[in-house]
C-alpha cells in the first residue's frame, strides 16, 4: 500500500520544487527589467534548465513511489506464494496429506451427466 507519508512527502517536494522554479525565473526577468536589458538567449536557457532540473526531481520522486509500491506487491505475492491450505481457517476437516491436483472427480461425473449444448 502507499505510505501516506512518503506520498505527502512528495507532494511537498514537488510544490517546493514549482515555488523554487518559479523563484528562479522571477529573478533574471526582474534584473532585467530594472536595466532594461535581457539577454532572450540567456533567459531562454535559464528557464529550460530551470524546468528541467524540476521535471527530473518529480519524475525521480514519482520512481521512488512507483518501487516502494512495487516491493510492497513483491512482499504481498511472496507470502501468498507460500500459503498452503491449512493456513486457513475453514470448517472442513481437511485430510490430505498433500496438495490435489486436477479437477475434482466428483464434479466431473456431475458434469459428464449434465446435457451438451
Known sequence: ?????????????SANLGNNAQ??????FIKGMQNMEMSGSQAARNIMNTVNQSCMQMIQDMNNVF??????VDAHQKMQQSEKPKDFD?????????LSTGFPEEMKN?????PKI
Open 1 to 13: 500500500m502507499l505510505d501516506p507519508k512518503v506520498l505527502h512527502s512528495v507532494m511537498n517536494q
Open 67 to 72: 518501487n516502494g509500491l512495487q516491493d510492497n
Open 110 to 114: 456431475m458434469f459428464d451427466k449434465m
Open 90 to 98: 475453514s470448517a472442513m476437516n481437511d485430510l490430505r496429506e498433500k
Open 23 to 28: 523563484n528562479e525565473l522571477q529573478k533574471p
